[in-house]
């Protein structure tokens, strides 16, 4: 089963470089282009079903990538960011580095945010329940953390390894068979029409 992990286009926040978590915050004009544009390489691939966050940013972006009927799923929300909700990334940084780079990395938690462990606890589970029914390729329209969960938990690589996914890039991983055989990544940060090493968290 290949599970086809799209995170959605740039939202109005995204465009400030502020963190979002679980706010729900709208695709801004260049999100909605960037999903257009992967819509194409979705029709083709066909996905046999697909599963949303519930937030706006994400089921809209299900719907420009072809996947109107994506079924919402609140446990595919982004993590909850707390008090950082809605603050500029270059502040939090300049007022603590360290403790920003170390939330990156899955080992800090901002006040009154989620636990990185708990989080991705969470989103493991939605796979493995959608694991349980067979389907070639499983669309599944995301947040930038809930991909790097995913990741983590199936292919153990770790977040502070991971750049951040970039908006409205497709991210393909094959699971594990019967047969013995691992998860494995097909494809990572894919975007049709460009590069994007400088993806927003």
């Known amino acids: 089963m290949r599970i086809l992990l799209v995170r959605h286009g740039q939202s109005e926040w995204n465009a400030e470089h502020r963190l979002q978590g679980q706010a729900d915050i709208a695709l801004s004009e260049q999100g909605r282009a960037q999903a257009d544009a992967l819509r194409k390489v979705i029709e083709e691939i066909n996905p046999c079903r697909a599963i949303t966050s519930d937030l706006a940013r994400v089921q809209e972006t299900a719907h420009r990538v072809g996947a109107p009927q994506a079924l919402p799923d609140k446990e595919l929300r982004e993590i909850d960011v707390g008090e950082w ?31 990185w462990e708990d989080f991705a606890d969470r989103v493991t589970q939605v796979i493995h329940r959608e694991a349980e029914t067979p389907c070639q390729n499983l669309l599944v329209a995301c947040h930038g953390g809930v991909i790097r969960a995913i990741l983590q938990r199936f292919l153990d690589l770790q977040p502070a ?26 494809l990572f940060n894919y975007l049709p029409d460009r590069l994007d090493f400088e993806a927003p968290d």
């Open 161 to 186: 390894s991971i750049i951040p996914v970039a908006p409205a890039s497709l991210t393909a991983m094959r699971l594990a068979n019967g047969r013995g055989k691992p998860a494995r990544l097909e």
């Open 85 to 115: 909700t809605g603050r500029r990334i270059p502040d939090i940084i300049a007022e603590n580095e360290e403790h920003y780079l170390a939330w990156r990395a899955g080992t800090n938690t901002p006040p009154g945010g989620e636990l």
